[in-house]
């Protein structure tokens, strides 16, 4: 996973790696399989007969898997081969264009949620792709490059947040950051990532005006002394801004900042 934090550089290469950053983030975006080509999240427990709306074959769970049928018509190919018969799927955990099953250039994403499975369609042709034209983003400002300190707890805990499908689930918190602006010190509970990295998800007064109603950041992994750099450039829109059908997590409780944070990732923007 990239992290957020710019090398020690002068003001003019970090402007540089910033606006090369917002450059590969848009391509990822608009690529065929990111965040705007996601059109439906269906939950198998919406669909007790097995028969997703517009998705091809039958799905049902069974102790901790999903079991996909499918018969010739239904032109599904399982890792890459013409599918036919029955087979035992577990959550595809790779990048998207890896999932095991596809029809066509969709790809069918099997997803594991607190105990819930779901198949994600994305579809290269999705109307949102299509639409997409880029990423509003304040250009880089040194002045939002600061340095912070990660508080880690002494044991990791879960809170209950709306997500952006209306549904509450639990979000795993590790610990906070602390950092200065506008003279004042604020906090952000973040979880710690595998690689070491941190991951925020924040609003601040410009959320739902000028910016989305909120965003993610994700810090760099921590100095052995806690030092961290929290570089607001790089706030990210989270997937929900492109795609409805993200189950993005809200805000944890004290992750509501009282500034202004007009820096990094504005909002979507269609043609």
């Given at each position: 996973?990239?992290?957020?934090?710019?090398?020690?550089?002068?003001?003019?290469?970090a402007?540089?790696?910033?606006?090369?950053?917002?450059?590969?983030?848009?391509?990822?975006?608009a690529?065929?399989?990111?965040?705007?080509?996601?059109?439906?999240?269906?939950?198998?427990?919406?669909?007790?007969?097995?028969?997703?709306?517009?998705?091809?074959?039958?799905?049902?769970?069974?102790?901790?898997?999903?079991?996909?049928?499918?018969?010739?018509e239904?032109?599904?190919?399982?890792?890459?081969?013409?599918?036919t018969?029955?087979?035992?799927?577990?959550?595809?955990?790779?990048?998207?264009?890896?999932?095991?099953?596809?029809?066509?250039?969709?790809?069918?994403?099997?997803?594991?949620?607190?105990?819930?499975?779901?198949?994600?369609?994305?579809?290269?042709?999705?109307?949102?792709?299509?639409?997409?034209?880029?990423?509003?983003?304040?250009?880089?400002?040194?002045?939002?490059?600061?340095?912070?300190?990660?508080?880690?707890?002494?044991?990791?805990?879960?809170?209950?947040?709306?997500n952006a499908?209306?549904?509450?689930?639990?979000?795993?918190?590790?610990?906070?950051?602390?950092?200065?602006?506008?003279?004042?010190?604020?906090?952000?509970?973040?979880?710690?990532?595998?690689?070491?990295?941190?991951?925020?998800?924040?609003a601040?007064?410009?959320?739902?005006?000028?910016?989305?109603?909120?965003?993610?950041?994700?810090?760099a992994?921590?100095?052995?002394?806690?030092?961290?750099?929290?570089?607001?450039?790089?706030?990210?829109?989270?997937p929900?801004?492109?795609?409805?059908?993200?189950?993005?997590?809200?805000?944890?409780?004290?992750?509501?900042?009282?500034?202004?944070v007009?820096?990094?990732?504005?909002?979507r923007?269609?043609?």
């Amino acid at each position: 996973m990239s992290t957020d934090a710019p090398q020690p550089h002068g003001a003019e290469q970090a402007a540089q790696d910033w606006k090369h950053w917002h450059e590969e983030r848009t391509a990822t975006v608009a690529g065929p399989y990111g965040p705007l080509s996601l059109t439906g999240t269906h939950w198998l427990s919406d669909h007790p007969e097995g028969r997703i709306p517009g998705v091809p074959g039958q799905w049902r769970e069974d102790d901790g898997a999903v079991v996909l049928s499918a018969s010739a018509e239904d032109g599904l190919t399982v890792d890459g081969e013409p599918f036919t018969g029955e087979v035992r799927l577990t959550a595809d955990r790779g990048p998207i264009e890896t999932s095991r099953v596809a029809h066509g250039r969709r790809r069918l994403v099997v997803l594991s949620r607190e105990g819930l499975r779901a198949v994600r369609d994305f579809d290269p042709d999705s109307p949102a792709r299509r639409a997409f034209r880029a990423i509003e983003a304040t250009p880089y400002d040194p002045r939002w490059v600061l340095p912070g300190t990660f508080r880690p707890y002494d044991n990791a805990r879960t809170v209950r947040v709306e997500n952006a499908d209306g549904v509450e689930r639990g979000l795993g918190l590790a610990g906070e950051i602390a950092f200065e602006a506008d003279g004042r010190e604020h906090t952000l509970r973040v979880a710690v990532e595998p690689d070491g990295s941190l991951w925020a998800v924040f609003a601040d007064t410009t959320s739902g005006d000028s910016s989305y109603r909120f965003r993610f950041l994700r810090p760099a992994a921590p100095a052995g002394d806690g030092s961290v750099t929290v570089d607001l450039n790089r706030a990210l829109l989270p997937p929900c801004a492109f795609a409805d059908h993200f189950i993005c997590p809200f805000p944890p409780p004290g992750n509501t900042l009282s500034l202004a944070v007009e820096a990094g990732e504005r909002n979507r923007v269609d043609g």
